[in-house]
C-alpha cells in the first residue's frame, strides 16, 4: 500500500526542538522529490504552506520564515524524510504534512500529518 505515515509531533516550548519523521512505503523512493507542509488554521480557509523540500540530489531548500531554524534530511536505504525543527516559535504551531513528488509520473502523495504546538 502506498502511504507515508509522520510521527514525531508534540507539545514544546519556545526554544525547543522536535524532529519529524516521515516513512514512506512506495517503490523507488529516491526518485521522489520530498516536502514538509504545514497548515495553521484547520478546515475551510485554512492554507497549507510549503516548509522544505529535498530533491532527488539532495539539495534543500527553505521558506524564508524557517532558514537558520529547520533542517531537512532523506534516508533513501530507510525510506525516510526528516525535519529537525530547532528554535521554535509560537507561530510554528500547525499541522505537519509529509508530500512526495515523482516529477517524471506527476505522481503525488500525502501522509495524514502530526500535530505540532509550540506554547509555554
Known amino acids: 500500500q502506498v502511504q507515508l505515515v509522520e510521527s514525531g509531533g508534540g507539545l514544546v516550548q519556545p526554544g525547543g526542538s522536535l524532529k519529524l519523521s516521515c516513512r514512506a512505503s512506495i517503490n523507488n523512493f529516491d526518485t521522489y522529490v520530498m516536502s514538509w507542509y504545514r497548515q495553521a488554521r484547520q478546515g475551510p480557509g485554512g492554507q497549507r504552506d510549503l516548509v522544505a523540500t529535498v530533491t532527488t540530489s539532495n539539495t534543500q531548500n527553505y521558506a524564508d520564515s524557517v532558514k537558520g531554524r529547520f533542517t531537512i534530511s532523506r534516508d533513501n536505504a530507510r525510506q525516510t524524510v526528516y525535519l529537525q525543527m530547532d528554535d521554535l516559535k509560537p507561530e510554528d504551531t500547525a499541522m505537519y504534512s509529509c508530500?512526495?513528488?515523482?516529477?517524471?509520473?506527476?505522481?503525488?502523495?500525502w501522509g495524514q500529518g502530526t500535530q505540532v504546538t509550540v506554547s509555554s
Open positions: 508530500h512526495a513528488r515523482q516529477l517524471v509520473s506527476g505522481v503525488e502523495i
